[in-house]
């Protein structure tokens, strides 16, 4: 066993809080770049110039690119020859996103319950973490800000057999055109298929992180389908911020798994232009 | 596309001069509230009772900044989704409140309203928040302290850059600007 310190965790998850919303990936912010050549509404070039002028000022500045510094989301591989000492593993998330929002001059956005009292947790816990184990002996953290806005546009349908891949195209493409500008366009859009109602909506969360940004599912058949829903999107003409253009979204990530031979399950993640994320290895 | 500025508070006369993709410069002062500070506004005027800033010909801004850091007049301030605030729009307009800044488009009630109290909504950049901010020059609590980033603040702000998104006619930039760039 390797022991890992949960003082290493902590540690690392309150620099990668700052990180994540400091800095804009490099392959998010070429993909944008590429995005703004091609653009042909005036209204939504300046918006995109607009858009890489702000992060280089996060960059330069040590500020948060965007207000929104989201729900803390922590997706973890877990290698099963770690052991944690010298304190809990759920509670080094807690704590280092705790002090990675307070030091960072980062938003508090989170609710205690969700519905009646609404008050403010004031240090943007709880996180969210979503651990899986591995073999190895080594952790590797990915932490998502997860913005708000963007996050009311998405949902989960139970499509079944019948519906086909056309009907998965038919409900991510409404999905995005309902979303209009909410979202903050040019988006991110995360498509998860098959699985259980929960799997699915986890498998398009997971379609937003993937690195570098435009890179294509395994599968032939499903890379096809990413590029055509690229292609759709764009050609709704929402453009950046919803105020008419090409770009709509940046990319179309699906994820699969096997399902149910009664279901079919879809869900639609959508994250903003700011695709924030960060990856560490303990 | 015409670029104007604006300084508030807003006049009638400045809202009739106002047209849909005109690019406006703001300058003055404004004020945040969003979710939750609506919620508490919009009581207050149901029971009759004084609300905590004068909505009279202003500006109110739809964001909840992140702190500032030391030096910093107010930290990052993009707008949110403005959506979210359509069921409280009317009746604010309808109380002399004469534009909202935010991003997203609009229902169809508060397009109306739009009309009936001659007002506009102003939409800026999301996502943009550290360029924005660096519009804003001062600001300070001046209501709701104990909601945090949803306390209501006074803004100063000079040249703060938005797009009319709907005017006082009818327009809807959204509908518009869409409908030139799809493709079927």
Same mark, same amino acid.
């Given at each position: 066993?390797?022991?890992?310190?949960?003082?290493?965790?902590?540690?690392?998850?309150?620099?990668?809080?700052?990180?994540?919303?400091?800095?804009?990936?490099?392959?998010?912010?070429?993909?944008?770049?590429?995005?703004?050549?091609?653009?042909?509404?005036?209204?939504?070039?300046?918006?995109?110039?607009?858009?890489?002028?702000?992060?280089?000022?996060?960059?330069?500045?040590?500020?948060?690119?965007?207000?929104?510094?989201?729900?803390?989301?922590?997706?973890?591989?877990?290698?099963?020859?770690?052991?944690?000492?010298?304190?809990?593993?759920?509670?080094?998330?807690?704590?280092?996103?705790?002090?990675?929002?307070?030091?960072?001059?980062?938003?508090?956005?989170?609710?205690?319950?969700?519905?009646?009292?609404?008050?403010?947790?004031?240090?943007?816990?709880?996180?969210?973490?979503?651990?899986?184990?591995?073999?190895?002996?080594?952790?590797?953290?990915?932490?998502?800000?997860?913005?708000?806005?963007?996050?009311?546009?998405?949902?989960?349908?139970?499509?079944?057999?019948?519906?086909?891949?056309?009907?998965?195209?038919?409900?991510?493409?409404?999905?995005?055109?309902?979303?209009?500008?909410?979202?903050?366009?040019?988006?991110?859009?995360?498509?998860?298929?098959?699985?259980?109602?929960?799997?699915?909506?986890?498998?398009?969360?997971?379609?937003?992180?993937?690195?570098?940004?435009?890179?294509?599912?395994?599968?032939?058949?499903?890379?096809?389908?990413e590029e055509e829903l690229l292609e759709k999107v764009n050609n709704l003409g929402i453009g950046p911020m919803g105020l008419g253009g090409r770009t709509t979204a940046l990319a179309v990530h699906i994820e699969t798994?096997?399902?149910?031979?009664?279901?079919?399950?879809?869900?639609?993640?959508?994250?903003?232009?700011?695709?924030?994320?960060?990856?560490?290895?303990? | 596309?015409?670029?104007?500025?604006?300084?508030?508070?807003?006049?009638?006369? +400045? !809202?009739? $001069?106002?047209?849909? &993709?005109?690019? *406006?410069?703001?300058?003055?002062?404004? @004020?945040?509230?969003?979710?939750? #500070?609506?919620?508490?506004?919009?009581?207050?005027?149901?029971?009759?009772?004084?609300?905590?800033?004068?909505?009279?010909?202003?500006?109110?801004?739809?964001?909840?900044?992140?702190?500032?850091?030391?030096?910093?007049?107010?930290?990052?301030?993009?707008?949110?989704?403005?959506?979210?605030?359509?069921?409280?729009?009317?009746?604010?307009?309808?109380?002399?409140?004469?534009? +909202? !800044?935010? $991003?997203?488009?609009? &229902?169809?009630? *508060?397009?109306?309203?739009?009309?009936? @109290?001659?007002?506009?909504?102003? #939409?800026?950049?999301?996502?943009?928040?550290?360029?924005?901010?660096?519009?804003?020059?001062?600001?300070?609590?001046?209501?709701?302290?104990?909601?945090?980033?949803?306390?209501?603040?006074?803004?100063?702000?000079?040249?703060?850059?938005?797009?009319?998104?709907?005017?006082?006619?009818?327009?809807?930039?959204?509908?518009?600007?869409?409908?030139?760039?799809?493709?079927?």
């Amino acid at each position: 066993m390797r022991e890992i310190s949960a003082k290493k965790i902590e540690e690392a998850v309150r620099e990668m809080c700052m990180d994540a919303n400091y800095n804009l990936g490099e392959d998010v912010v070429e993909c944008i770049k590429k995005a703004k050549d091609r653009e042909d509404s005036p209204t939504g070039k300046a918006i995109l110039e607009d858009i890489l002028k702000n992060i280089e000022i996060g960059k330069n500045e040590k500020l948060a690119i965007c207000q929104d510094t989201g729900f803390s989301v922590y997706f973890v591989e877990l290698g099963e020859e770690v052991k944690i000492v010298d304190g809990h593993y759920m509670d080094a998330f807690t704590e280092g996103t705790r002090r990675g929002y307070k030091d960072g001059y980062l938003r508090k956005s989170i609710v205690d319950d969700p519905v009646i009292s609404r008050i403010n947790t004031k240090d943007n816990t709880p996180p969210i973490v979503y651990t899986d184990i591995v073999p190895g002996d080594k952790i590797k953290i990915t932490m998502a800000p997860k913005g708000g806005g963007a996050e009311n546009m998405s949902e989960v349908r139970m499509l079944t057999a019948a519906h086909g891949i056309e009907g998965v195209k038919k409900f991510v493409i409404e999905r995005v055109e309902k979303s209009g500008g909410n979202p903050c366009p040019p988006v991110v859009v995360g498509v998860g298929i098959g699985g259980t109602f929960e799997k699915c909506a986890m498998l398009a969360k997971r379609a937003l992180f993937r690195y570098p940004i435009g890179s294509h599912h395994p599968d032939k058949k499903f890379a096809e389908v990413e590029e055509e829903l690229l292609e759709k999107v764009n050609n709704l003409g929402i453009g950046p911020m919803g105020l008419g253009g090409r770009t709509t979204a940046l990319a179309v990530h699906i994820e699969t798994f096997p399902c149910h031979i009664a279901t079919m399950p879809a869900a639609v993640n959508i994250n903003c232009h700011a695709a924030r994320h960060k990856t560490r290895v303990i | 596309m015409a670029e104007i500025r604006l300084q508030t508070p807003l006049s009638d006369e +400045s !809202i009739e $001069k106002l047209h849909i &993709g005109d690019k *406006v410069l703001l300058s003055g002062v404004i @004020y945040t509230a969003r979710d939750a #500070a609506h919620k508490r506004l919009v009581e207050l005027i149901k029971d009759n009772k004084p609300l905590p800033i004068d909505i009279k010909g202003q500006v109110i801004y739809y964001v909840g900044p992140a702190p500032a850091k030391p030096g910093y007049a107010i930290g990052p301030a993009g707008p949110t989704t403005s959506y979210r605030m359509d069921p409280y729009a009317t009746i604010l307009h309808e109380h002399g409140l004469k534009a +909202s !800044i935010g $991003k997203g488009n609009r &229902g169809q009630e *508060v397009i109306e309203a739009l009309k009936k @109290y001659k007002g506009v909504y102003l #939409a800026a950049t999301g996502g943009v928040a550290a360029l924005i901010a660096k519009t804003i020059k001062k600001a300070e609590i001046v209501a709701y302290e104990d909601l945090g980033a949803e306390a209501i603040r006074r803004l100063e702000v000079s040249d703060f850059p938005c797009i009319v998104a709907n005017d006082c006619y009818g327009g809807d930039l959204f509908q518009e600007g869409v409908k030139k760039y799809k493709i079927d």
